[in-house]
């Protein structure tokens, strides 16, 4: 259990690192996640702090019941704050924007007379943090009422446990307004015969968004109720047994008899479908089980999901800050349908899944895509390749239009570019396959080149008939890059599935980020419609950019980062320019440095290796890993995004990454801990072996593949695919000769010509010239095209 934040007594005591190396790992490892962490702000702007939230989920669960404190917050709480105005059901761990938290149960000492509507401050309670607790599935408080508040979860359900002083009036307030961004409707019936409560909130607005959602939800109480009533903007209704439906601020509460019983127990089940669904998810999945079983059974779902990934050796701070990150990165897409598979799909109607599949739905698609949902087919392929179906049937459901960023069963396209097609590729290279790719791929053509009608509601790719015609978007490069990563997803996949000539086209459209590149500055530039680059020129404007600025997105051609680099002047050029650009580690989105608290930047640091420095890469991921997380309420820097920055953690700490998204390679670093098994659904495990691995010896001197050795900073897709064994030999002083051959950097990939705007195209020189040498669409090298005459300063291989 964690207390405040920090491990208790109860964390296992430190073990010899001989011992934990060799293997021994505790059985229970709930004990080293902290979910207190990222609930502190750790700076004055919105990108600061992780915006998680502590309280009780399951794996992939519906239902987040966790505490919601005065200070409104993304996540719900706020470490810095002492008052609790809530306990509500749904959250989303690190988002950027205010959402959910729908239907907030607040316990009361006391008579509700007065609304709760119009004097919100009566019904808050202080509380400490040396009287909170933590632990995955599980959290309690008592608040400075008197009343201890126990909560746990199921996939779709929750259970709770209030525990009243004794000999006072004990009431128990439901919101139905409540939700962070309000209700435009909502209703709630009270059943004193059946000791319920049933409904339904009516929710939306995600980041301002058009977003609509309906939750129904259904309660249940072990104890009979005293009294109940109602309440209706500054009414308040004793005996009142309906509200809603309407517009406004309402709410019910029940009260309880304590010379009868202090603790009340209650069950509740959410469903976007009915409340009969809610009631029979709670019924399935709970049963007549103690709030204890509940509580002890999500401990063991998530201890399974957790000794996916064993560590060995390290310190009690390290094992904290890696099992957090990796219980982060296992919240979120969230479980959709009931238990009876039934879901209400995009289109308004209701669908069923059959066969043991389950429907997903919150994507955050611009985050995820470039770590978590590599680490999630990695970890739990049927889940991910769930989600990858989820994520088509939402566009089937929506005529081939795919989301950016979807909440519940809606829209919401928040943030730019279209990543849902490189999560898709992306899962289905680390395995997870088991969708219907072919399908889906065809739906991704269409999404990708059909130009909406104006007026839409919702459209997937703005600027689409710019981008095809002038290969590039006006005045917005950092809209044209993620369109151009999107397009080498939907190739890569299309690759994948034999589909030749889709992966001609859309290779081809993965190449319009050259478009961008100015040869007169040496860097990625917003570009006019006339085709001038925009002057004066300053990295660090974050004109054109989301999020970042020329400087943060200069990187972001991970696939082609052989002929980025090339175009900059090569490798000689490129690391002094990575040298000072990491000169910061989190300097935000207006100076010209890394911002690695926010995604643009998140493959930065592993650039290195391509540059035939690896040495670099380990410096600045282990630096990263040091000072950027740790294990307490501050320990993220930035917003953690439904789990991405905690899956950059996992995998540096692993001492390898994903770079190319819809691909499979990882480049490697130094792993921080000395011994580390990944275990998979098929073949091998994924098993590090690293001596006197610590938080002060990244440095990789030599390394072993399945015994063999290797020079190379960087694994290529059967490692994934087929498992095995690294053997790294590590030092506290950097070799800079060990992965520094040209011919050891990880591979590129580019294929077919840029149209005519493309500068270099200007100068007479040819794109694709050294792909007809190679082959279409498959890995170049550095230096093996200069070998043929073609010159770096060019841009083109």
Known sequence: MVTAGIPTAATPPVRAAADE????????????????????????????????????????????????TRSPRPGGYDYTDHEIRGFSLTHFSGAGCTAAQDLPFMPHVGTVDQSPATEPDTYLDGFSHDAESARPGYYGVTLASGTKVELTATQRSGAGRFTYPAGRAASLLIGLSGSLRGASDARATVDEARRAVTGYVTGGGFCGSGNRYRV????????????????????????????????????????????????????????????????????????????????????????????????AGGTDVQRTTF??????????????????????????????????????????????????????????????SDIAQSMYNQARQAHDVWDRWSVDNDFAGVMNGDPYHSILASMYAFGATDFDAKAALASMVKGATTIQKAGARYVERPGLADYLSLGYLPDDASTTLEYTTADFGIA????????????????????????????????????????????????????????????????????????????????????????????????????????????????????????SAPYRTQYVVRRAVNTLWGPGPGGEVGNDDLGTLSSW????????????????????AGPLFPAVTVHRDAGRPMRIRAPGAGADRPYVHALKV????????????????????????????????????????????????????????????????????????????????????????????
């Open 492 to 611: 890569a996949l299309a690759g994948r599935l034999g589909d030749t000539d889709t992966e001609t086209t859309f290779m081809k459209r993965a190449q319009y980020w050259r478009n961008l590149f100015n040869p007169a500055s040496s860097w990625i530039q917003p570009r006019s419609r006339d085709g001038s680059f925009r002057s004066p020129f300053n990295p660090a404007d974050s004109k054109g950019y989301v999020e970042g600025n020329a400087a943060q997105y200069e990187w972001m051609v991970p696939y082609d980062l052989a002929g980025l680099f090339a175009a900059m002047g090569g490798n000689d050029k490129v690391v002094p320019r990575l040298d000072e650009f990491f000169t910061e580690f989190n300097a935000g989105p207006a100076a010209p440095h890394a911002f690695l608290g926010n995604e643009p930047s998140l493959n930065s640091p592993w650039t290195y290796v391509y540059a």
């Open 706 to 797: 399945n015994g063999v050795r290797s020079s190379r900073a960087w694994l290529p897709e059967s490692f994934v695919r087929h498992g095995g064994t690294l053997d790294y030999t590590l030092g506290d002083v950097p070799d800079t000769t060990w992965g520094a051959a040209r011919s050891d950097a990880p591979p590129s990939f580019r294929g077919g010509q840029t149209p005519s705007r493309h500068p270099c195209a200007l100068r007479g020189c040819h794109a694709g010239r050294c792909h007809r040498h190679l082959g279409r669409g498959r890995p170049h090298h550095p230096g093996r095209c200069h070998a043929r005459g073609h010159h770096p300063a060019t841009g083109i291989h």
């Open 649 to 668: 953690y996992v995998w540096s700490a692993l001492g390898m990454y994903p770079q190319v998204p819809a691909r499979a390679e990882l480049v490697l």
């Open 323 to 384: 099992y957090t990150a990796l219980y982060h990165s296992l919240l979120q897409p969230n479980v959709f349908d009931d238990v009876n598979g039934r879901y209400i799909g995009f289109d308004g109607r209701v669908h069923t899944v059959h066969g043991g599949h389950h429907q997903y739905a919150n994507f955050s698609g611009w985050d995820i895509y470039r770590c978590e949902a590599q680490l999630l087919a990695l970890l739990a392929p049927n889940v991910a």
């Open 21 to 68: 190396a060799a293997g021994s790992i505790p059985q229970d490892l709930t004990p080293y996640v902290n979910p207190f962490v990222g609930t502190e702000k750790t700076g004055s702007t919105s990108y600061d702090g992780g915006n998680t939230f502590p309280g009780a989920d399951a794996p992939f669960g519906m239902v987040q019941w966790s505490p919601d």
């Open 216 to 311: 129904y939800f259904s309660v249940t109480f072990d104890q009979p109720f005293a009294s109940v009533g109602t309440w209706h903007n500054g009414v308040v209704a004793p005996g009142g047994r309906t509200v809603g439906p309407a517009p406004a601020q309402h709410g019910a509460y029940v009260t309880f008899d304590t010379t009868r019983s202090r603790t009340v127990g209650v069950k509740v089940g959410l469903s976007y479908v009915s409340v009969a669904g809610a009631a029979e998810n709670a019924a399935r999945e709970q049963g007549s089980a103690s709030f204890d079983t509940v509580a002890e059974d999500t401990r063991t779902q998530w201890n399974a999901r957790l000794h996916r990934i064993e560590v």
